[in-house]
């Protein structure tokens, strides 16, 4: 069986019987009566055994006891939330066994340490019954404490004179202070995991706040959005109303312009052929405009010249009536006045020879 710390390689080695391996080498007294404990050891990664740090109360001399009656901790000090089960129960973590034998009172001795190691490749075995978790420190102490008072009258020079118990002492111390610096460990790491608690609420609630302002302000996005969307579906609407309306009046107008062309053809035929009929009227009346305008300057010629010859005959029969009354009232005169009377019919003469002259 080989004795040793986690982490400190194969142990201390101690020699034992064949018959049993027993863990205390000290004189038969020391363990009349005292209970017997078979520890099982741990394997680490290399399959290397190690002691477990279970180590029984009557192994310890008195002042250790009292020293950790005093401080109120448990047997375990390595593996705290490990327990230490009776009736050969393995703990599940573990892959060794642990077997108390419990002798009476009357000093039955017990049989020895039973160690019995499981290989690395067994199957692991079904978990069996818990039973009651023991040996705390008030009464595991107290019943170390007496077994030892009983059995063996001097443990503090056992514990001086036995090697084994001086190795056991100093491993004990090593286990002590590496428990303390775990311990320390843990504080730091619970420590360190309340910051990071802390921390990580100070995350989450920064994370919530932007959650939040980044939830408002999409909201914000969206709302503006859909107002957005709103206003451009009803515009949307009212140009798809006005550009059904424009399509329906473009429709009309184009129905309306085809009437128009329809008419404007009609037109444009009735207007060449009023156009047609009015040259032919044009034509009709400049003739009949020739004609008449002939008729009427032959009529106007025969009027004036019927109209002339009038005016001359009265005028000769005016001039004739003077000219008849005024040589009576000249041969009634002188000479001269005759001379002038024949002068001015010479020349009323004249006159209406160039009158009638000018009418033919």
Same mark, same amino acid.
């Given at each position: 069986?080989e004795?040793?710390v986690?982490?400190?390689?194969?142990?201390?080695?101690?020699?034992e019987?064949?018959a049993?391996?027993?863990?205390l080498?000290?004189?038969?007294?020391?363990?009349?009566?005292?209970?017997?404990?078979?520890?099982?050891?741990?394997?680490?990664?290399?399959?290397?055994?190690?002691?477990?740090?279970?180590l029984?109360?009557?192994?310890?001399?008195?002042?250790?006891?009292?020293?950790?009656?005093?401080e109120?901790?448990?047997i375990?000090?390595?593996?705290?939330?490990k327990?230490l089960?009776?009736?050969?129960?393995?703990?599940?973590?573990?892959?060794?066994?642990?077997?108390l034998?419990?002798?009476?009172e009357?000093?039955?001795a017990?049989?020895?340490?039973? #160690? @019995?190691?499981q290989?690395?490749? %067994? !199957?692991?075995?079904?978990?069996?019954? $818990?039973? *009651?978790?023991? =040996?705390?420190?008030?009464?595991?102490?107290?019943?170390?404490?007496?077994?030892?008072?009983?059995?063996?009258?001097?443990?503090e020079?056992?514990a001086a004179?036995?090697?084994?118990?001086?190795?056991?002492?100093?491993?004990?111390?090593?286990?002590?202070?590496?428990?303390?610096?775990?311990?320390?460990?843990c504080a730091?790491s619970?420590?360190?995991?309340?910051?990071a608690?802390?921390?990580?609420?100070?995350?989450?609630?920064?994370?919530?706040?932007?959650?939040?302002?980044?939830?408002?302000?999409?909201?914000?996005?969206?709302?503006?959005?859909?107002v957005?969307?709103?206003?451009?579906?009803d515009?949307? #609407? @009212?140009?798809?109303?006005?550009? %059904? !309306?424009?399509?329906?009046?473009?429709? $009309?107008? *184009?129905?309306l =312009?085809?009437?128009?062309?329809?008419?404007?053809?009609?037109?444009?035929?009735?207007?060449?052929?009023a156009?047609l009929?009015?040259?032919?009227?044009?034509?009709?009346?400049?003739?009949?405009?020739?004609?008449?305008?002939?008729?009427?300057?032959?009529?106007?010629?025969?009027?004036?010249r019927?109209?002339?010859?009038?005016?001359?005959?009265?005028?000769?029969?005016?001039?004739?009536?003077?000219?008849?009354?005024?040589?009576?009232?000249?041969?009634?005169?002188?000479?001269?006045?005759?001379?002038?009377v024949?002068?001015?019919?010479?020349?009323?003469?004249?006159?209406?020879?160039?009158?009638?002259?000018?009418?033919?």
């Amino acid at each position: 069986m080989e004795l040793g710390v986690l982490g400190d390689g194969s142990g201390v080695a101690a020699r034992e019987g064949p018959a049993s391996a027993r863990l205390l080498t000290a004189p038969a007294e020391m363990a009349s009566g005292i209970c017997g404990a078979s520890v099982g050891g741990y394997y680490n990664s290399l399959g290397s055994h190690f002691a477990s740090p279970l180590l029984h109360v009557a192994a310890w001399p008195r002042g250790y006891m009292q020293e950790r009656r005093r401080e109120g901790r448990l047997i375990t000090f390595l593996f705290p939330d490990k327990f230490l089960l009776v009736d050969g129960v393995s703990d599940s973590r573990v892959e060794d066994t642990i077997s108390l034998a419990v002798a009476d009172e009357s000093g039955k001795a017990c049989d020895g340490c039973r #160690v @019995r190691r499981q290989a690395n490749n %067994e !199957q692991a075995r079904p978990k069996q019954k $818990a039973c *009651k978790l023991i =040996l705390t420190m008030g009464s595991s102490a107290d019943t170390g404490q007496a077994a030892i008072t009983r059995n063996s009258p001097s443990s503090e020079e056992d514990a001086a004179t036995n090697p084994e118990l001086m190795v056991l002492d100093q491993k004990y111390r090593q286990l002590e202070e590496r428990y303390n610096f775990l311990q320390d460990q843990c504080a730091l790491s619970r420590k360190l995991q309340k910051a990071a608690l802390k921390l990580q609420d100070e995350m989450v609630i920064n994370a919530r706040c932007e959650i939040d302002e980044l939830h408002a302000k999409v909201q914000t996005e969206l709302s503006a959005e859909q107002v957005q969307s709103r206003t451009l579906a009803d515009e949307l #609407v @009212r140009k798809t109303q006005a550009l %059904e !309306q424009s399509e329906a009046a473009r429709r $009309a107008d *184009k129905e309306l =312009l085809g009437r128009l062309q329809s008419q404007c053809d009609e037109l444009r035929t009735q207007r060449a052929a009023a156009e047609l009929r009015l040259v032919e009227v044009e034509g009709h009346n400049r003739r009949a405009t020739d004609r008449t305008r002939e008729e009427l300057v032959s009529r106007v010629d025969r009027c004036l010249r019927g109209y002339a010859r009038w005016e001359i005959a009265a005028r000769e029969k005016m001039t004739l009536r003077e000219l008849e009354m005024r040589p009576i009232s000249l041969m009634a005169g002188n000479g001269r006045s005759r001379r002038r009377v024949a002068e001015r019919l010479e020349s009323f003469l004249s006159k209406s020879r160039d009158a009638i002259a000018n009418l033919w």
